[in-house]
T-cell receptor
Framework: DADVTQTPRNRITKTGKRIMLECSQT?????MYWYRQDPGLGLRLIYY???????NKGEISDGYSVSRQAQAKFSLSLESAIPNQTALYFC???????????FGPGTRLTVT | KQEVTQIPAALSVPEGENLVLNCSFT??????LQWFRQDPGKGLTSLLL?????REQTSGRLNASLDKSSGRSTLYIAASQPGDSATYLC????????????FGSGTRLQVQP
């Protein structure tokens, strides 16, 4: 089984709808991240969390919110989806003082 | 603000060739640089991590170098194979607190059999 899983893997939704993307990890890592990737661009940081009580904004947090329900779960919500939020979304984890990050398979979100 | 650039954006080579992928960054105050491989539908896989005090790292047919003062890194792939076809991303860590990654836009590699 994959160490970092994301659900759903693909989602098409309409403008104005609320949508939640979920990330779960079995690695026991304390740090979790959400990134988005647009075609031809690198990944950009949306939010990150160091534990269930520590949530921080990244460079492009506007229009998004997150919830760290447990050490193993980190969800990303779009309260009112808009077409320019169409992108590939990745969750990643990291442990303690280490620098390596471990990525999930991504969620492809299309907002029509 | 850190800018990470990767050249070329796409590359096609015949099997067996040695090749070099380039990454440059504007702010040399990095903690480390990482190279990732991205396969469609499979997320990102870490290939090599170079700490700011290191000059290079090797793993199998891959060798990554880092020249922090000039803001450059290269990923050398020896004896390329069709299975190496993927998008290669470089990323740097600027903030030891967040340890978040700042990515380049990637080089899409196609190795022709």
């Amino acid at each position: 089984d994959a160490d970092v899983t994301q659900t759903p893997r693909n989602r098409i939704t309409k403008t104005g709808k609320r949508i939640m993307l979920e990330c779960s990890q079995t690695k026991g890592h304390d740090r979790m991240y959400w990134y988005r990737q647009d075609p031809g661009l690198g990944l950009r940081l949306i939010y990150y969390s160091f534990d269930v009580k520590d949530i921080n904004k990244g460079e492009i947090s506007d229009g998004y919110s997150v919830s760290r329900q447990a050490q193993a779960k980190f969800s990303l919500s779009l309260e009112s989806a808009i077409p320019n939020q169409t992108a590939l979304y990745f969750c990643a984890t990291g442990q303690g003082n280490g620098y390596e990050q471990y990525f999930g398979p991504g969620t492809r979100l299309t907002v029509t | 603000k850190q800018e990470v650039t990767q050249i070329p954006a796409a590359l096609s080579v015949p099997e067996g060739e040695n090749l070099v992928l380039n990454c440059s960054f504007t702010d040399s105050a990095i903690y480390n640089l990482q190279w990732f491989r991205q396969d469609p539908g499979k997320g990102l896989t870490s290939l090599l991590l170079i700490q700011s005090s290191q000059r290079e790292q090797t793993s199998g047919r891959l060798n990554a170098s880092l020249d922090k003062s000039s803001g450059r890194s290269t990923l050398y792939i020896a004896a390329s194979q069709p299975g190496d076809s993927a998008t290669y991303l470089c990323a740097v860590v600027m903030d030891m607190g967040r340890r978040a990654l700042t990515f380049g836009s990637g080089t899409r590699l196609q190795v022709q059999p």
